[in-house]
T-cell receptor, first 114, second 111 residues
């Protein structure tokens, strides 16, 4: 099992450009999440999807859109990138049954907006 | 906002036990205590969780006080590879409740 995979690993954008960060999991998890982490800070939730077909805003959703493409994939889109969106983006997934408490994280996408 | 308080940093000698404290004085009866760690810039990694009993697994032990207002994560024999930021998180378990991260404790294991 690959777990949670994210592409790309690194990306540099110019202000105003758009891009989509991809995330996929092969653990048959129902729930998926997008977080961002700025230097010296903890992770902050951008959006999450409790199950296929549903998405909800987290703490910092402005400037982002998400798509739960299917059970495996959850993408994050920046429509018009801004320097304030320079960050490391982590995708995560978890099961919904009460015996599984662990949230699994991907390796992250390091995004720089110039 | 995170509902936990942790010291910003701690040092530990290699081979000694690392005891990381966490205060969660407003914890509710249905909330669990979770510990995750983040090594360098990798994605966070689950360590352990508990409700009210002490828990132990192959990575660590979790000691929760009787009133559940604080807890301690114990790494019994810290190694250099345990150098990381450790996050204490409380949340109700519903299977899909997102984790809310604070700034955590930066543990430095020193040779």
């Amino acid at each position: 099992n690959a777990g949670v995979t994210q592409t790309p690993k690194f990306q540099v954008l110019k202000t105003g450009q758009s891009m989509t960060l991809q995330c996929a999991q092969d653990m048959n998890h129902n729930s998926m999440y997008w977080y961002r982490q700025d230097p010296g800070m903890g992770l902050r939730l951008i959006y999450y999807s409790a199950s296929e077909g549903t998405t909800d805003k987290g703490e910092v959703p402005n400037g982002y859109n998400v798509s739960r493409l299917n059970k495996r994939e959850f993408s994050l889109r920046l429509e018009s990138a801004a320097p304030s969106q320079t960050s490391v983006y982590f995708c995560a997934s978890s099961a919904r049954d009460r015996t599984n408490h662990e949230q699994f994280f991907g390796p992250g996408t390091r995004l720089t907006v110039l | 906002d995170a509902k936990t308080t942790q010291p910003p940093s701690m040092d530990c000698a290699e081979g000694r036990a690392a005891n990381l404290p966490c205060n969660h004085s407003t914890i509710s009866g249905n909330e669990y205590v979770y510990w995750y760690r983040q090594i360098h810039s990798q994605g966070p990694q689950y360590i352990i969780h508990g409700l009210k009993n002490n828990e132990t697994n192959e990575m660590a032990s979790l000691i929760i006080t009787e009133d559940r207002k604080s807890s301690t994560l114990i790494l019994p024999h810290a190694t250099l590879r345990d150098t990381a930021v450790y996050y204490c998180i409380v949340r109700p378990f519903s299977g899909n409740t997102p984790l809310v991260f604070g700034k955590g404790t930066r543990l430095s294991v020193i040779a």
